[in-house]
């Protein structure tokens, strides 16, 4: 693979920052400096951070910047949730960006193995 905008995870992952992004221009003016923000950040940091991980040299840091792009998902998941309890978005909504965000994931776990194995592989 020659770049991360290859990698199934950032281009998924990439669609959820898109959809985020056009989310949050509904959200009242209110939260701009606030919710806006916060999902805003962390969806750009899903992508950051996938991408500047495959441009590290060692796969545990790449594994690394996954964990952190893993745990910006989380992030996305609680602002969405706070946005349901806000009003600003409806059930159908939440429920559909849970399933993105699970899909993603499934997908950035599976990306975690396989630079794991890739790291044992490496070593003999």
Known sequence: MDSFEE????????????????LVKRFPNEE????N??????????TANI?????RFHFQENIQYCRQSRGSL???LDHL???F???YIDKEQLSNFKNDIHNILKI???YILYLKSAKIKSKT
């Open 51 to 55: 991408a500047e991980g495959f441009g």
């Open 7 to 22: 990698l199934e995870v950032w281009k998924k992952s990439r669609e959820l920052r898109i959809n985020i992004s056009e």
């Open 85 to 87: 309890d806000e009003k």
């Open 81 to 83: 949730t706070c946005a």
């Open 74 to 76: 989380f992030e996305i």
């Open 32 to 35: 701009k400096y606030k919710l």
């Open 108 to 110: 950035l776990n599976g």
């Open 37 to 46: 923000d916060q999902l805003i950040r962390a969806s750009r940091s899903v």
